[in-house]
Each structure stands twice: as structure tokens, then as C-alpha cells.
T-cell receptor, first 110, second 115 residues
Framework: GEDVEQSLFLSVREGDSSVINCTYTDSSSTYLYWYKQEPGAGLQLLTYIFSNMDMKQDQRLTVLLNKKDKHLSLRIADTQTGDSAIYFCAESLYTGKLIFGQGTTLQVKP | SAVISQKPSRDICQRGTSLTIQCQVDSQVTMMFWYRQQPGQSLTLIATANQGSEATYESGFVIDKFPISRPNLTFSTLTVSNLSPEDSSIYLC????????????FGPGTRLTVT
């Protein structure tokens, strides 16, 4: 079946790197996404990666995809207090439907 | 990217009534979706809004409870009918751009509280 798993909580110090991990089960996923949700706000698309890619870098964000293990990670370099939010991993099916993980709450301590 | 607006941003409704949520996009898009985010939970797809035809509903969601309209490529509505406290959630529309669904953007959401 379709399932996406994430750890629920991550705490880091300001200036450190954060790594948020995600696993998924559907091998037919086309794209994998990372979204950010701040309190009371909607979802902000951070980045996405095509399922045939291994890595994608966008400024402070690095996405790594291990398709064999169905493992996705998001690394945030030089984490700032403004990065505190819930981060959702999602996989897309060919229909466009997104399957979301439970979300990882990132706490950045000054 | 697409700019998506939703109305209302929040509402408090009584049990047994209905709420209609509007989603407006600033450009024509192929795909529009409606998601539900229950308190403290992740997002679940309710349905795909199809332009000119009936919406495609996910398992566990039915048209009588969640009727959807999509009269054109920039607008859709979701109605949540016969409200109960269990319907208290955030409802979000999303759109797929660039000729496919690989870039999906979300509206700000509508926070519904049912008393």
C-alpha cells in the first residue's frame, strides 16, 4: 500500500545542520516533495526531486534520494530560528495524488 | 509558481449546517485537488476536482458529504455538508502546474470549527 513515514521531532542548535528523514513504500512514485508548514499557515513547497535523481541542491537545502531503500532526506545547512516549522515529506502518484508523511517538527534553539 | 487564494480563511459553523469553500488560482491549471488536515495530523486527499466533469473521490470520501464544483480552470469550490464536530479541520486546495502535477502548490487553507 501507500505509506510515508517520518520521525516526529528534531531539535537542533542554530547554525547546525538539520537532517530530516523520510521513508516511503510505493516504488511507482514519480516525484518526492518537501513542504514546510509554519503555525497557522498553509503548506510552502520547499523543493522536490524526480524519482530518477539521487540528489538535488537548492541554496541551503539538499535532498538525497535512495530509491533502492525508498529513503528520502532533507538537509538544511546553517539552520536558523526561522526554519522552525513542521516539515512534510510527500510522494506523488501518477494521478497527481500526494501521500504525506506525519510531519517532522523541527525545533531550532538559539 | 501559482498564487492560490481561499475563502473563507476560517469559520465557525453549527452542527447540521454546510460550509462552501472557494479556491481561486491566478492562472489556468490542469489539476486541482482538495485535502483535509485534521487537528495535529497530516494531510489526506479528499478528491481531485475535474473541470467539466464530476470530481474523483478518494476512498472514505463521498460526493453527498463533500460536493465539489470546478466550472473552469482557475476556480473550484468544496462544500462540507451536514457538519459534525468531526469535520473540524483545515481544508486546503492545491494545484498542479507546468502541464503536470509535479509542482504542487497549496492554498492558505480554511480552518473550520464545528460547534
Amino acid at each position: 500500500g501507500e505509506d510515508v513515514e517520518q520521525s516526529l521531532f528534531l531539535s537542533v542548535r542554530e547554525g547546525d545542520s538539520s537532517v530530516i528523514n523520510c521513508t516511503y513504500t510505493d516504488s511507482s512514485s514519480t516525484y518526492l516533495y518537501w513542504y514546510k508548514q509554519e503555525p497557522g499557515a498553509g503548506l510552502q513547497l520547499l523543493t522536490y526531486i524526480f524519482s530518477n535523481m539521487d540528489m538535488k541542491q537548492d541554496q541551503r537545502l539538499t535532498v538525497l534520494l535512495n530509491k533502492k531503500d525508498k529513503h528520502l532526506s532533507l538537509r538544511i545547512a546553517d539552520t536558523q530560528t526561522g526554519d522552525s516549522a513542521i516539515y512534510f515529506c510527500a510522494e506523488s502518484l501518477y494521478t497527481g495524488k500526494l501521500i504525506f508523511g506525519q510531519g517532522t517538527t523541527l525545533q531550532v534553539k538559539p | 509558481s501559482a498564487v492560490i487564494s481561499q475563502k473563507p480563511s476560517r469559520d465557525i459553523c453549527q452542527r447540521g449546517t454546510s460550509l462552501t469553500i472557494q479556491c481561486q488560482v491566478d492562472s489556468q491549471v490542469t489539476m486541482m485537488f482538495w485535502y483535509r488536515q485534521q487537528p495535529g495530523q497530516s494531510l489526506t486527499l479528499i478528491a481531485t476536482a475535474n473541470q467539466g466533469s464530476e470530481a474523483t473521490y478518494e476512498s472514505g470520501f463521498v460526493i453527498d458529504k463533500f460536493p465539489i464544483s470546478r466550472p473552469n480552470l482557475t476556480f473550484s469550490t468544496l462544500t462540507v455538508s451536514n457538519l459534525s464536530p468531526e469535520d473540524s479541520s483545515i481544508y486546503l486546495c492545491s494545484v498542479g502546474t507546468s502541464g503536470g502535477a509535479y509542482e504542487q502548490y497549496f492554498g492558505p487553507g480554511t480552518r473550520l470549527t464545528v460547534t
